[in-house]
Structure formats: structure tokens, C-alpha cells
């Protein structure tokens, strides 16, 4: 009767585990969120004591869901850990800030703006450009970028420089 049990017991144990496994299974692309990487950050001064950085970066949505932006947010962090939300320009001011200053150079990709969709499994080339009441030294001595990208139903994905 012993022996009973402990077999009983272990086909119970190997039932939850493939129940388990199977839950797991079918939920493996059910994720909502962004990857990706920043692949050149361009600063310019606007005057003395404000600026502007241009963030080109590629996101990633490694899950079967749709991503919906609600909000672009460039963050400064600067080397001892604090942190200031730059105001983000939208995409027509974006080709005019391009247009009146040269040293950012071309304007390679569009900008990621609300409302903007990111399938499911697919990868883009995006660039986002924000204001910052901070003289241009004070861009180039930071520690790092945050681009804090947020989805429509409140998930932030946060993609840094480094």
C-alpha cells in the first residue's frame, strides 16, 4: 500500500508540472514591453543656457503584443545621480531644429511620437529629440541618457545610453 501512494503521488506531481508547462508554454509571447539600444546621442547649444540632444535608438518588441506609445520622455543623468526630464520635441519641430542647425547633422530616421506602433517581433529605427535648460557642457559631462518610452496602458520600457 505504500508503494501505492508514492506512485500515485509522483503521476499527481508529474501532472501539475506538464499543466505547469503547459500554462508557461502558451503565455511565452504574451509579454509587453520594449528592448533595444541607443545608437548615437548628438548634442547641440541652443544658447547659453539651454540645449538640445538628439537620441537615434532601436527599439525591439520581442512579444506578440502590440505596442502603443503614449509618451516619449529623454532623461539626464548626471554623475551624481540625478536626474532632469528634458522636453521632448515634437516631429515638425524636429525637421526645423534640423533645418536651422547644421552641426546635429541629417535627420536619419523618424521620430517616435504618441501614438506611434510597434508590432509584435519586429525591430525599428527611431530618434527622438528633446530641450534641456542646461548649458551643452553640462549634456556632454552627464553619466548617461535614459529614454523612457511609456505604452497606453502604463508599462514604461526604459532604454539607457550605456
Not at 508547462?21 to 547649444?45: H, I
Not at 539626464?76 to 531644429?97: C, I, S, Y
Not at 535648460?133 to 505604452?151: D, H, V
Amino acid at each position: 500500500m505504500k508503494h501505492q501512494f508514492w506512485v500515485a503521488c509522483g503521476i499527481g506531481i508529474a501532472c501539475v508540472g506538464l499543466v505547469v508547462a503547459g500554462v508557461l508554454f502558451m503565455q511565452r509571447g504574451a509579454r509587453v514591453g520594449l528592448t533595444g539600444s541607443v545608437l548615437k546621442v548628438r548634442t547641440a547649444p541652443l544658447d547659453d543656457n539651454s540645449s538640445v540632444v538628439v537620441l537615434d535608438f532601436r527599439i525591439n518588441n520581442p512579444g506578440n503584443v502590440l505596442f502603443v506609445v503614449r509618451g516619449v520622455t529623454v532623461v539626464l543623468e548626471e554623475k551624481d545621480g540625478k536626474q532632469f526630464d528634458g522636453q521632448t520635441v515634437a516631429e515638425m519641430d524636429a525637421k526645423r531644429l534640423f533645418e536651422g542647425l547644421p552641426l546635429l547633422g541629417p535627420k536619419y530616421t523618424d521620430t517616435l511620437v504618441e501614438r506611434d506602433r510597434v508590432p509584435g517581433h519586429t525591430s525599428q529605427d527611431r530618434m527622438v529629440a528633446a530641450r534641456f535648460n542646461a548649458p551643452e557642457s553640462r549634456l556632454e559631462g552627464r553619466k548617461r541618457f535614459l529614454l523612457r518610452i511609456e505604452e497606453v496602458d502604463g508599462l514604461v520600457s526604459e532604454i539607457t545610453e550605456r
